[in-house]
């Protein structure tokens, strides 16, 4: 009810049908939600990109995390320091080429801290890149070999410096620098193996072997592998179905020493999903020549793990 009081100072109605019931206007939205999780000021990637939080960052964000998740792991546990010469292992594809570049950032802020240096104290560590060439094993076309060779050249070329250089080694040359030969006896050893499942993971062995020969031939003292967490989650199943969960603790390790070269994986902690994002966000090329889907119990375990990353 009104007071009816002229010295009233309170404000109130004069009359009490004048009291408004209309509930009070609701609190603007909030679009934080339609932002970057970690700048709040820039969108968001495409929805469907990614699950989870990453798929809450913007481009810059994203690409900022990935690579501190590389720079961390290579921190932590030392996997290159000044004095070290490392090789890449370049098979074009996303994982492979993430692994070339954040290597090479990593190298040119090394570079770039040298020069600005005035006692020259750390040198800065070398980088080569080393392309396992399988058209012995794969029915693949020497052109299609030949232009993917190429464009490797070309990638690689145009990484500012200092000067990477490109080791392309027919994987036949495990056996001899006589690639006739070599050629012959893999063939034989392949065709000795009667599964699919134990093909390919000979065929695995063997381009670790090379690998290992081309890093100790040139003087390289770490060998740097692209294997992200979706490949090793494959690898660690297979394993298990295989039997030999035994070695799996060294296996998945971000370094492994067991080689005369020991084996890095500074990726160890991104997804494939997450690396093919990247590729297509700062447009780096990729390419695979000897794109040969896994089968046998490989096959079914690659099957299972994308349909669980997708879901």
Not at 79 to 95: C, E, K, Q
Not at 200 to 208: A, K, P
Not at 233 to 252: E, F, N, P, Q
Request: proline share 6%; aromatic share 6%.
């Amino acid at each position: 009810m009104s007071c009816n009081s002229s010295g009233c100072q309170s404000n109130c109605y004069k009359n009490g049908d004048q009291v408004s019931d209309s509930p009070p206007p609701p609190p603007a939205a909030n679009n934080s939600s339609n932002l970057c999780l970690k700048c709040k000021t820039n969108s968001p990637i495409t929805p469907g990109s990614l699950s989870g939080d990453e798929a809450r960052f913007c481009a810059d964000c994203f690409r900022s995390n990935i690579y501190g998740k590389f720079r961390l792991a290579v921190a932590s546990h030392a996997m290159i320091s000044p004095s070290d010469n490392v090789l890449v292992a370049f098979s074009g594809g996303p994982s492979s080429r993430v692994a070339l570049q954040f290597v090479h950032v990593l190298q040119d802020r090394a570079q770039k801290n040298f020069e600005a240096s005035k006692d020259k104290s750390l040198p800065v560590f070398g980088v080569g890149v080393a392309f396992i060439d399988e058209s012995a094993v794969y029915p693949v076309s020497s052109d299609k070999v030949d232009g993917a060779i190429q464009d490797m050249r070309s990638v690689v070329s145009n990484l500012a410096p200092p000067t990477k250089q490109l080791h392309v080694v027919p994987i036949e040359n495990i056996y001899a620098s006589d690639s006739s030969d070599g050629k012959d006896r893999l063939t034989k050893l392949l065709d000795a193996v009667n599964d699919a499942t134990g093909k390919e993971d000979l065929l695995l062995h063997l381009r670790m072997m090379a690998l290992q020969k081309v890093a100790s031939q040139n003087g390289y003292n770490r060998l740097i592998l692209g294997s992200c967490t979706s490949r090793i989650a494959c690898h660690v199943l297979a394993a298990t179905v295989k039997g030999r969960g035994y070695s799996l603790s060294a296996d998945i390790q971000y370094v492994d020493a067991r080689w005369e070269v020991p084996v890095v994986l500074p990726l160890r902690d991104c997804t494939s999903q997450e690396l093919n994002l990247l590729c297509h966000l700062d447009g780096l090329k990729t390419l695979q020549p000897f794109d040969s889907p896994p089968s046998g119990i490989n096959g079914l375990i690659s099957s299972f793990v994308n349909v669980l990353q997708d879901s």
